[in-house]
Every structure is written in structure tokens, then in C-alpha cells.
Nanobody, 124 residues
Framework: QVQLVESGGGLVQAGGSLRLSCAAS????????MAWFRQAPGKEREFVAA????????SYAASVKGRFTISRDNAKNTMYLQMNSLKPEDTAVYYCAAERSRVVPVIAAGYDYWGQGTQVTVSS
């Protein structure tokens, strides 16, 4: 099993930037496909970005493509989400997720392991 802890959330003005981190422990991090999801109040959890176990393949939701960048450092057992040009509609709780797989799911049901979430609030 793998345990996940997110950090880096906060309050930022529209147009600003934040970098989220997801620290993993308890298993071989490099064996896991990783992803970021988010959930706004009253809405379903939605896919944001995903990255393959080696970092060579990434996927993004259309709403964040060109503004967000997902990356990972397997030596540090950590995944990142660099968020630029933030918009008020990016406000949500952001969750990292992991799945021991060479396939990179882009739906929440494809992931077995989840962090507790970190709040991102973008003011207009």
C-alpha cells in the first residue's frame, strides 16, 4: 500500500500561481501511476492531470491544459502540480491519487489510493 499526503494549497488571487506537492510513503513510488483530481462544493470529483510511473506520459483535462503542469520526482517519492494563471473556477479541494499500474487512468474509479486533499481558493 501507499500513503499520500498533499500540501501547498492556499489562497491566491486570480492570475497567480501555486505548486501542490503529494508525498508518498509505504511502497515503491515508481511503480505507481499518479494523478490529481479536484472537487468543488456541490460538484463531483473531476480529473485534473495524470502522469505515468516513469514520468514519460502525462494527460491533462482540457480546462487546465496549458496552465497546469504535472511532474514527479521518483527519487523524492513526490509528485507535483504547478498551477499558473489560476482562475476562480479552479477553486476546489485538490486530491492526489495513486494506482499500481503501467496504465494511467483518467477517471477516479481507476485509483485505489487517495490523499486527504488540500484546499485551493482563487479569489477574483
Amino acid at each position: 500500500q501507499v500513503q499520500l499526503v498533499e500540501s501547498g494549497g492556499g489562497l491566491v488571487q486570480a492570475g497567480g500561481s501555486l505548486r501542490l506537492s503529494c508525498a508518498a510513503s509505504g511502497s515503491t513510488f515508481s511503480s505507481y501511476a499518479m494523478a490529481w483530481f479536484r472537487q468543488a462544493p456541490g460538484k463531483e470529483r473531476e480529473f485534473v492531470a495524470a502522469i505515468s510511473w516513469g514520468g514519460g506520459s502525462t494527460s491533462y483535462a482540457a480546462s487546465v491544459k496549458g496552465r497546469f503542469t504535472i511532474s514527479r520526482d521518483n527519487a523524492k517519492n513526490t509528485m507535483y502540480l504547478q498551477m499558473n494563471s489560476l482562475k476562480p473556477e479552479d477553486t476546489a479541494v485538490y486530491y492526489c491519487a495513486a494506482e499500481r499500474s503501467r496504465v494511467v487512468p483518467v477517471i477516479a474509479a481507476g485509483y485505489d489510493y487517495w490523499g486527504q486533499g488540500t484546499q485551493v481558493t482563487v479569489s477574483s
